[in-house]
């Protein structure tokens, strides 16, 4: 396939990674799968040899566990802001990176990759400085937002005229409430700097409902505060009410790569 493809290779806590490829050459956002595991993933979509860029969204682990293994066995440069790069580095969390294939990215300003544009968004999450991912090419738009506490103008502007998105919708309020996990940890999980509810994702999803988008993904689904039935229920429900039936809605798969989208 050529073109501007986009689809998530993973997505949950167990590990999140989605791709994006013009003609053949591929960046990643995020690399939480080991090395084998995202090899045999982008192995379905593209080629892991011809990836140009990984880019991170923040530090913790089920988004960087095979970065540094990946860079370091194909030589493709990490992208993340200074803050994120000063935690991996005052932990060690993804080994170590050759100072040459170590990149900063600023949010809000734009780098080229094989003809990609790849820009950053800040959002509201327990990171040292966490952001999202829109790609640009062809004219098209593919964004990556997860891992966000709340909706803020930056997101919103952020996920604004996409062609395609990956959307968090972590958990359902009632399975979070009524759940087993300790309350601090369900409040952390709900509060402003946690994750985005069902709930919360039918609500953002009216900033970027357009003619043009295409595709949305749900992401980083909970494994015990939420099912896949119960989120697609929930986009589906509202992008009924905004009227969207053009929108393909799709759960990403939590361990397996989901179905490409060529924009």
């Known amino acids: 396939m050529s073109g501007f493809l986009f689809c998530p290779l993973a997505s949950g806590s167990s590990g999140n990674c989605a791709y994006a490829s013009l003609n053949g050459a591929g960046i990643l956002i995020d690399a939480g799968?080991?090395?084998?595991?995202?090899?045999?993933?982008i192995?379905?979509?593209?080629?892991?040899?011809?990836?140009?860029?990984?880019?991170?969204?923040?530090?913790h682990i089920d988004h960087i566990c095979g970065m540094g293994v990946l860079s370091r066995r194909y030589r493709i440069?990490?992208?993340?802001?200074?803050?994120?790069?000063?935690?991996?580095?005052?932990?060690?969390?993804i080994g170590k990176v050759d100072k040459f294939?170590?990149?900063?990215?600023?949010?809000?300003?734009?780098?080229?990759?094989?003809?990609?544009?790849?820009?950053?968004?800040?959002?509201?999450?327990?990171?040292a400085d966490p952001v999202g991912y829109i790609v640009r090419a062809d004219g098209k738009k593919a964004v990556v937002a997860t891992d966000i506490g709340h909706a803020t103008d930056e997101v919103r502007r952020g996920i604004a005229d996409s062609d395609a998105l990956i959307l968090e919708s972590n958990h359902d309020l009632d399975m979070l409430?009524?759940?087993?996990y300790p309350r601090v940890l369900k409040e952390r999980i709900n509060g402003d700097k946690?994750?985005?509810?069902?709930?919360?994702?039918?609500?953002?999803?009216?900033?970027?409902?357009?003619?043009?988008?295409?595709?949305?993904y749900l992401g980083h689904l909970s494994e015990e505060?939420?099912?896949?039935?119960?989120?697609?229920?929930?986009?589906?429900?509202?992008l009924g009410k905004l009227g969207a039936k053009h929108v393909s809605l799709l759960v990403a798969e939590r361990h397996l790569p989901s179905e490409v989208v060529e924009l």
Request: with cysteine; hydrophobic share 45%; net charge positive.
């Open 33 to 41: 799968l080991s090395g084998i595991r995202a090899e045999k993933a």
């Open 43 to 59: 192995a379905g979509v593209g080629n892991a040899k011809s990836l140009k860029a990984i880019f991170a969204t923040h530090e």
């Open 77 to 93: 440069p990490v992208y993340a802001t200074q803050a994120t790069w000063d935690s991996f580095d005052n932990r060690g969390s």
């Open 101 to 127: 294939l170590k990149k900063v990215i600023t949010p809000g300003v734009p780098v080229e990759i094989s003809g990609m544009e790849v820009e950053a968004f800040r959002i509201p999450h327990d990171a």
């Open 177 to 180: 409430w009524n759940g087993r």
């Open 194 to 216: 946690g994750h985005l509810s069902n709930d919360a994702a039918g609500e953002l999803l009216a900033c970027a409902v357009t003619g043009r988008l295409k595709r949305v």
């Open 225 to 238: 505060n939420n099912s896949p039935l119960i989120a697609y229920c929930a986009a589906a429900a509202a």
